[in-house]
């Protein structure tokens, strides 16, 4: 059946204030908030209005028009200057007013939680006053910004000021900032005792580097242990979250006592990162949110920010919603803390968007469909970095994933840690073209593949990881070889690092070709043949990372004619390849989200977009038994057929259930 020319529909839901005398609503805990709102000042030494401009009215304005869950504002930022005025110190010079009094009068009032920005090892100020606490670099010079886990500056200030702020504004949690993406390896006198050996690695090159990083990891976690319990033993309703923690910055299973996950993806192309970070997040087991910059950031343009129109975030909203988290919008206000109207109008517009998809988009549960490998063993052992985020190091998965969803399949991240515990959920699972994802993950593939499952293993270190045990034979070494695809409308350029095979018993289902002459000389691009009671594809070149820095049509074709043949999607969906779908359950209910993410801004040249044009007609086909019955939302018209359909980005409606 089909649903033509799918649109954006909502409702605004007044709430009620208490009246005097009357007891102030509940506050929800993170486990159980769906949006809320993000400000973050990074208080300076040169600041000299902080707070002057925040009142109570503009807060109760900002909270009428958006209504979030919750809001997090500043109290300190990397520069480590307090936004409060503190006993603990160092309180910036420059405030007029106290912002977070303010902010929680009003949010206690509504029963809005209130939390705050919190920037954790990165703390320049800090490392100013006290030298002693900061890290040493491979040279043994002082970080200007990040200070040592292995110091006493987590217990000495770090601690006291967030019991400070905790008890002083009654506060339900922090969001530490600074923290996995900002912590690097440190060569001072504590660390190096710690160490225990009287030389440490400077580089990959040198022995023991990769035990070296390893070393500094378990450091991390123990000090997030150290202080996430010190607040909890004080404070035992404060919950806590390490920005990036347990997303694909460090993609571990999560055993810290954290409360909950977040992380604020920025940059060009934020939908291409949404897409794998929520995908991730949704598998931890843990309450999460991402937050989506309201601006694009003043490094991807030659003027600075430029803020993003509502119809943009509505657009990144959906594909985070999408996968059963929380959402939330960073805004910068004045110096002064002052809110244009042109900003809350925004922010309300967007809450309202999220608002109506609540119900049938918030802590759903996957429908298995096709996986894609997240390897952490990879990223560690490739990037040479304590944690991400990793750049290019994960092109294989953010390339796989976007393939996969434009050629109209609902996708999820699989983490490698949690392989025995999911596999034999997917019908088709794809090892991306990491470079070193180890035998043990190889392994584990390759016994799911022989139980009936369909495996597509990409790139050439993992065919020839596999090769002795698949019987697939070698030919030299693997190289950076020009590399053409030719069954597409156009020849695919498909350059990278491939690895030549014999197809022996193996089939050759794809070709390439190392020229712009497709009707001679191809060599094996793919080839498949029966595995057990299943199949494995094997494509010993570098699709990820081709996909993912071209997006190319020819390659996306190329991955639909390896998994089309080998995939029978639940819900087979008919639209354009920027129609993003996403199956769900809930409450016993299908939820089919589509998303239109046509225009999705890639490029800092484009920075901002305000029109979303509407798709459709959009055909559905389910395998098997259709529901009976079935409808749009949010707006709740019934739809022609036995079926429930529900879209949840851009033009492309709310959520069906």
Request: aromatic fraction near 10%.
């Amino acid at each position: 059946m089909s649903a033509s020319g799918i649109t954006r529909r909502g409702f605004f839901a007044t709430a009620s204030l208490p009246l005097f005398g009357q007891t102030a609503p509940a506050r929800r805990p993170r486990k159980s908030s769906y949006f809320g709102l993000h400000f973050d000042l990074h208080p300076q030494e040169a600041d000299t209005a902080l707070g002057r401009d925040v009142t109570e009215a503009m807060i109760e304005k900002l909270l009428d028009a958006a209504k979030p869950d919750y809001v997090q504002y500043d109290a300190k930022g990397h520069a480590g200057w307090l936004g409060w005025p503190s006993e603990v110190g160092p309180s910036a010079p420059g405030i007029v007013k106290d912002s977070l009094r303010v902010w929680r009068d009003v949010t206690a009032r509504r029963g809005v939680s209130l939390y705050i920005h919190f920037s954790g090892v990165w703390d320049s100020e800090a490392v100013r006053r006290r030298p002693e606490w900061a890290r040493l670099d491979r040279e043994g010079n002082r970080d200007g910004r990040n200070t040592s886990t292995f110091g006493p500056y987590v217990d000495e200030i770090m601690i006291p000021q967030l019991r400070e702020a905790a008890t002083k504004y009654d506060l339900d949690g922090v969001w530490v900032d600074g923290e996995c993406w900002s912590v690097q390896p440190d060569y001072s006198p504590a660390a190096m005792k710690a160490w225990g050996r009287p030389e440490a690695p400077k580089g990959p090159d040198d022995e023991g580097w990769q035990e070296w990083l390893e070393f500094h990891r378990e450091r991390f976690r123990e000090y997030v242990q150290h202080y996430v319990d010190a607040l909890h033993a004080t404070h035992p309703r404060l919950q806590v979250a390490s920005n990036w923690l347990y997303s694909t910055f460090v993609p571990e299973e999560p055993t810290l006592p954290v409360d909950f996950l977040s992380g604020d993806y920025l940059g060009n192309a934020s939908i291409s990162r949404a897409r794998l970070e929520a995908r991730y997040l949704a598998q931890t087991g843990k309450p999460w949110d991402l937050m989506a910059w309201g601006f694009q950031q003043a490094n991807s343009n030659p003027v600075g920010h430029v803020h993003k129109p509502a119809v943009q975030l509505q657009q990144e909203a959906g594909v985070v919603l999408a996968q059963g988290g929380g959402f939330q919008v960073y805004y910068q206000p004045s110096r002064a803390g002052h809110f244009d109207d042109s900003h809350i109008g925004v922010m309300g517009e967007v809450g309202r968007f999220c608002r109506v998809r609540e119900a049938v988009s918030h802590q759903t549960e996957t429908v298995p469909q096709v996986g894609v490998v997240m390897s952490r063993e990879s990223l560690y052992r490739s990037a040479n970095k304590m944690f991400g985020g990793w750049g290019r190091a994960d092109g294989p998965a953010v390339g796989w994933l976007d393939a996969v969803i434009a050629c109209g399949w609902s996708v999820d991240v699989l983490p490698d840690w949690k392989l025995d515990r999911m596999l034999d959920e997917y019908p088709l699972v794809v090892l991306p073209d990491w470079t070193a994802v180890g035998e043990a993950t190889v392994n584990k593939l390759l016994q799911y593949a022989e139980k009936g499952g369909k495996l597509v293993i990409s790139g050439a270190q993992n065919a020839l990881l596999c090769a002795k045990t698949l019987g697939l034979r070698v030919v030299g070494e693997a190289r950076v070889q020009e590399a053409y695809l030719g069954k597409g409308e156009v020849l695919g350029n498909h350059k990278g690092l491939w690895l030549d095979v014999e197809a022996g018993s193996w089939q050759v289902v794809e070709e390439r070709f190392e020229g712009l002459d497709s009707s001679r000389g191809g060599a094996a691009a793919a080839l498949a043949r029966v595995w057990g009671k299943g199949e494995v594809v094997v494509a010993p070149g570098p699709t990820g990372v081709v996909y993912a820095g071209t997006h190319a049509p020819a390659i996306r074709e190329f991955v639909r004619r390896l998994i089309g043949p080998r995939f029978r999607p639940l819900v087979e969906v008919e639209g354009p390849p920027t129609l993003e779908v996403a199956l769900r359950r809930k409450n016993g209910r299908l939820l089919v989200h589509l998303l239109n993410c046509t225009g999705m801004q890639v490029a800092g040249e484009w920075a901002a977009i305000d029109f979303v044009p509407a798709v459709g007609p959009v055909k559905l086909k389910f395998a098997g038994r259709a529901p009976r019955r079935g409808g749009l939302l949010p707006g709740g018209r019934m739809l022609r057929g036995p079926f429930l359909v529900g879209g949840l980005g851009g033009d492309a409606g709310g959520g069906g259930g």
